[in-house]
């Protein structure tokens, strides 16, 4: 389709992904042919045709409209903060990915979604503002978009109506236009009433950082439990967006003088097409809700016949892209998928180790945390992040090249605490392993020892650290520490290798009547020798 910088659009990339397919240009291309329109009738009622193209197709497209808030007046606390910092949309340096080289054209015909980054900053220092921004352009650039640009507008809280000031929406406008932009990414989980006031005054596709990671998990999910999962949360968070958008139909229909034939505008799906596809939508969220639970029973089945065999568990978790699945790797050798991606693992895997002692123990890979998770994610992969609640051992992974490490550690420590506390269930022990040391210098090193203190330093590529950590992991699992000496006769074998598989055996003798163990044993497989125990 013609846009307005003559760059033919494809597909857009943020949006496709086998759950629910949305070309997120059809309003905006749209939008953008309607400079001529007034004000108030600009918003295309037309795309809406497309829900009768599948049952979900449409899921994400279109917010609320909100009419209201045009009289939503700027924060009065707005006064509170410096006046030149208010009016300055800062500019974040070095964001842009933009290729150089004008004749790459053609190739940059296909690059898929070119956007521009805003947030709102309401506290911290500038630095703090600015990482965030660039870890959304992270996010972004693994979603296969291509950063044009970020800005960053200090402000006491985001503007009810627009996000960022209403003032600010017509630079941001600006800066959309001479760098081509097809997409603003917010920083910032925005109403629907938000998203469509931006597009409206944009002219291009508004999206929030919600959004966002929805659609690389989206794009990530490789099984039948994660597709599910992430389908649940995508339809969490457009469920009431939809809502929205169908209340302002009405209005809007019902304020019109002849109601039935309002023009541009007022067509769409109407009330009773609204009504159809909430219901299809919850009748999904049900049945997807189904799914996970009969699925999330047989991942309990699976733990639950670890715990029985009393072999200690230890979870691997830690921000995304810290280096979980390199970890994971380098300490047993197993071949999981390593990228440098934001979200590669959506899918837990567990492998057997075995401490330097001949302990077993069982190690498990999770989904990576983020700065501001989506609580639908967050739900939605409720049993996934359940098997980081569930270890006995939480090795926490750092990125110690990482400027900020602190802030990723307190971020995923709130997200294993909010889970912990949701069940019911202790926070488990942490041992914190700060990874990537082959990329920090001496310098650097001996800053992050004070920052993060009693963490273990290692690197999952060079191997530097490996061995300690394996000691380490080994000291701090729970032992077996109950005494037993037990004649176990030959009709029962697989209560001594039990007992060699899980205790800690002090001595054994094969006598006539059967094996003689003694040794340290967990309560359960005490409890099981009992009867055996050696009297007096
Ligand atoms: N230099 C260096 N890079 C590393 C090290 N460990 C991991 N990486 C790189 O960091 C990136 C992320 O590694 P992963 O193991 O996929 O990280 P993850 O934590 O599993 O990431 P997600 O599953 O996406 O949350 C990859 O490019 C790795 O090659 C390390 O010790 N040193
Ligand atoms: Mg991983």
Redesign the pocket.
């Known amino acids: 389709m013609p846009w307005d910088n003559g760059v033919d659009m494809k597909k857009s990339a943020l949006w496709s992904h086998e759950a629910g397919t949305r070309d997120g240009n059809a309003r905006t291309a749209s939008d953008v042919g309607r400079d001529d329109l007034p004000e108030d009738s600009r918003y295309d009622g037309g795309h809406f045709d497309s829900f009768d193209d599948g049952p979900f197709d449409d899921r994400f497209d279109d917010g609320e409209v909100d009419f209201t808030a045009d009289s939503y007046s700027d924060d009065p606390s707005a006064g509170e903060m410096e006046l030149e910092e208010r009016n300055s949309l800062r500019r974040v340096a070095g964001l842009s990915t933009e290729l150089a080289d004008i004749t790459e054209v053609e190739y940059r015909r296909l690059r898929l979604e070119r956007v521009v980054l805003v947030g709102v900053w309401t506290e911290g220092d500038a630095e703090h503002a600015e990482s965030s921004l660039a870890e959304l352009a992270r996010l972004a650039e693994t979603a296969g978009s291509e950063v044009l640009d970020g800005l960053v507008q200090r402000r006491p809280r985001p503007d009810p109506a627009t996000y960022v000031g209403s003032g600010k929406v017509k630079e941001l406008r600006e800066v959309v236009i001479s760098t081509g932009a097809d997409t603003v990414i917010c920083d910032g989980e925005l109403s629907a009433g938000q998203l469509r006031q931006l597009e409206d005054k944009l002219k291009v596709k508004v999206i929030d950082r919600t959004a966002l990671i929805l659609d690389i998990f989206a794009q990530h999910a490789s099984s039948k439990e994660g597709k599910a999962q992430v389908e649940l949360a995508q339809l969490q968070y457009f469920l009431p967006r939809l809502r929205g958008w169908g209340e302002a139909m009405s209005r809007q229909a019902g304020g019109r003088a002849g109601g039935a034939n309002g023009g541009v505008g007022t067509r769409g799906p109407g009330e009773t097409k609204l009504e159809t596809d909430r219901r299809r939508i919850h009748k999904r969220i049900s049945k997807l809700r189904n799914e996970l639970k009969a699925m999330s029973t047989i991942r309990s089945t699976k733990r639950g016949r670890r715990e029985a065999q009393r072999v200690a568990g230890v979870a691997i978790a830690?921000?995304?892209?810290?280096?979980?699945?390199?970890?994971l790797?380098a300490l047993t050798g197993a071949g999981v998928?390593?990228?440098?991606?934001?979200?590669?693992?959506l899918d837990p895997t567990t492998r057997r180790a075995e401490t330097p002692d001949g302990r077993p123990y069982t190690l498990t890979?999770t989904?990576?945390f983020v700065r501001h998770l989506p609580h639908q994610l967050v739900e939605a992969f409720r049993s996934t992040l359940e098997e980081v609640t569930g270890a006995d051992l939480l090795v926490h992974?750092v990125?110690g090249?990482e400027p900020q490490p602190h802030e990723q550690v307190a971020a995923v420590r709130t997200v294993v605490s909010d889970i912990a506390e949701e069940h019911g269930a202790p926070v488990p022990e942490e041992l914190l392993v700060v990874?990537?040391?082959?990329?920090v210098d001496a310098t650097r090193l001996a800053e992050l020892r004070q920052l993060l203190p009693g963490a273990v330093f290692?690197?999952?590529?060079?191997g530097e650290g490996i061995a300690a950590l394996r000691e380490i992991i080994s000291d701090r699992l729970p032992r077996p520490d109950v005494f037993i000496d037990a004649l176990v006769p030959y009709t029962r074998g697989e209560l001594v290798a039990r007992v060699h598989a899980e205790g800690e055996l002090v001595a054994e003798e094969h006598t006539a009547d059967g094996t003689r163990v003694r040794a340290k044993v967990r309560p359960d497989l005490a409890g099981a020798l009992q009867p055996f125990v050696a009297v007096g």
């Not at 810290?322 to 970890?327: T, Y």
């Open positions: 830690g921000y995304t892209n810290a280096g979980k699945s390199s970890l790797n998928l390593v990228e440098d991606a934001l979200f590669a693992t890979d989904v990576g992974v990125d090249s990874n990537k040391v082959d990329q290692v690197s999952a590529h060079s």
